[in-house]
C-alpha cells in the first residue's frame, strides 16, 4: 500500500464502526424512562441477544481500553454479581415476556473472574427470566492466566458453548511492555481444559502495533496461535488513546510502531493466518472455513454489532453491567460506565442507563450501509437504499470524502455499487466515514 495513502487516511480519530451511530455520539436524554418505554415494546416472538459486562480483573494492562477494575479478592466480585442479578430482573419486569435468546455474551474485565458457584447461578437466573432455545450460543471471554480446571468444568456445566482467550502477542519483550505477561502454555493450558469439557469453540485475540512489536514477532504469535488451531482469531490493532485511558499513559510511545509498520504487521498477520488455512473476514477477524463466521459471510449474514463480526442476526442484543451497551428496536442505550454509580442505580431499583441515541429513518440507512461495507467490503447502495426509502443518488453526491477516495484508488464506484479495493481493506474504516453523518470533518 501506498504511504501516501496511509498517512492519508489512516486516522486514529476514526470509530471503528461496531455500531453506528457510534458511542461517542449517545446523548444523555436517553436515560432509564426511554430505556424502559423501548423495552417493552420488543416483540414477545423476536429473538434477542444478552451481553454481560464483568467489570473484575486481577491485574490491569495497559493497553486495555475498556472498562474494568482491579481486584484481588473475592468480595467485590461476589457483590457486583448480586447487582447484576437485580439489574437482570429488573430488565425482564420491563420485558413484555421471557424473550426468546439466541445468544449471550460474557465480555469484560475478566468473566472468568466470577466464582464457580457464583457463574453457575447466574446462568440460573437468565433462563428463569427469558426463553433460551436449544441451540442458543453462550460465549466468554478468558484471561488463560488465572483459568482453573474448576471454571473449564464449571463452563461447561453451564452450557458455554464458545471461549475467546485473550493472547495478543507471544513475544515476552512486548507483554513486559503492556503490563501482560503469560506464557505459550499459559495458553495450551486453557484451550485444552475447554476442549476437555466440551467447549471446541475457541477464539483468539491478537493485537499488533503495541510497543517494540515487529512483523516478525507478530507473525511468530500468530503461527504459535495458529498452532492451537482456534475457531477464529481477532487480529486488533491497538489504539493508543492516553487522553482517554490513563493506564495507557504506562505504555512507551516512543516504542509504537507508526502507520506504515502498523499495517506491515497487519498483512504479514493476515499472510500467515491465510496461508494456515483461514478466511479473512472483514477488516480485522480470521475463521476456520466451517466456522460461523465464515459460513455467515459466505451466505451474506455476516453482521456487526457492538461486539466486533457475528453471525448473531437478533436485531435487538439488551446490554448487562456497568457500560454495556444494548440495541433495541427504537435506539441504543449505555449503562453507567463507573461501576460504584452503575451498583447504585440498580441498588435503587432503577435501570442503570446514563446515555443513548433514538434511531431515525437516515441513522438506520446509513448503519446499513456502513454494517455492510465493513462486512462485504462493498454496499450496493440503490439495493440499500431502496430497502430504506432514500435516493442513492442523494447520499452518493453528498459524500465528498468518498469522492476523494474514488480518486485515490481506494474505492471503485460502478453503478451505484461501492467497492473497496482488496489490497486497501486496511481503510476500511475511512471509507466507512464517509457515511458517517456525525463525524467531525476537520480536514486531513
Known sequence: MQTSLLNKYCDARLPWYTIYPTVLDFSATVDAEPCETWLRRLPPDEPVSLYLHIPFCRSICWYCGFPTNLTRSERPIHDFVAVLSEEIRLVAEQAPCALPVHDVH?????????????????????????????????????????????????????????????????????????????????????????????????????????????????????????????????????????SYMKRQRQIDEAALPDNIARAEQAAAVADTLVSAGYH????????????????????????????????????????????????????????????????QHIRAGRLATSKGCCLTEEDRLRAAIIDRLMCDLEADMPAICAAHGFDPIAFLDSADRLAMLAEDGVVGIEEGLVRIKQEHRFLIRSVAAAFDAYLDRTPY
Open 106 to 242: 460474557f465480555g469484560g474485565g475478566t468473566p472468568t473472574t466470577i466464582a464457580p458457584a457464583d457463574f453457575l447461578a447466574l446462568m440460573e437466573l437468565l433462563r428463569r427470566c427469558f426463553t433460551f432455545s436449544k441451540s442458543a450460543s453462550i460465549a466468554v471471554e478468558i484471561d488463560p492466566r488465572a483459568f482453573t480446571a474448576e471454571m473449564a468444568e464449571t463452563l461447561g456445566a453451564a452450557g458455554v458453548s464458545r471461549a475467546s482467550i485473550g493472547v495478543q502477542s507471544f513475544d515476552h519483550v512486548v507483554q513486559r511492555a503492556v503490563n501482560r505477561l503469560q506464557s505459550e502454555a499459559q495458553a495450551a493450558s486453557a484451550v485444552e481444559r475447554l476442549r476437555q469439557h466440551g467447549i471446541s469453540r475457541i477464539n483468539f485475540d491478537l493485537l499488533f502495533g503495541l510497543p517494540h512489536q515487529t512483523v516478525q514477532s507478530c507473525v511468530n504469535s500468530a503461527r504459535t496461535a495458529v498452532a492451537m488451531r482456534p475457531d477464529r482469531l481477532a487480529v486488533f490493532g491497538y489504539a493508543h488513546v492516553p
Open 280 to 343: 479473512q473476514i472483514g477488516l480485522d477477524h480470521f475463521a476456520l472455513p466451517n466456522d460461523e463466521l465464515a459460513l455467515a459471510q459466505k451466505s451474506g449474514r455476516l453482521r456487526r454489532n457492538s461486539l466486533g463480526y457475528s453471525a448473531d442476526t437478533c436485531k435487538n442484543m439488551i446490554g448487562f453491567g456497568p457500560s454495556a451497551i444494548g440495541r433495541l428496536r427504537d435506539g441504543y442505550v449505555q449503562n453507567e460506565v463507573a461501576t460504584a454509580s452503575y451498583n
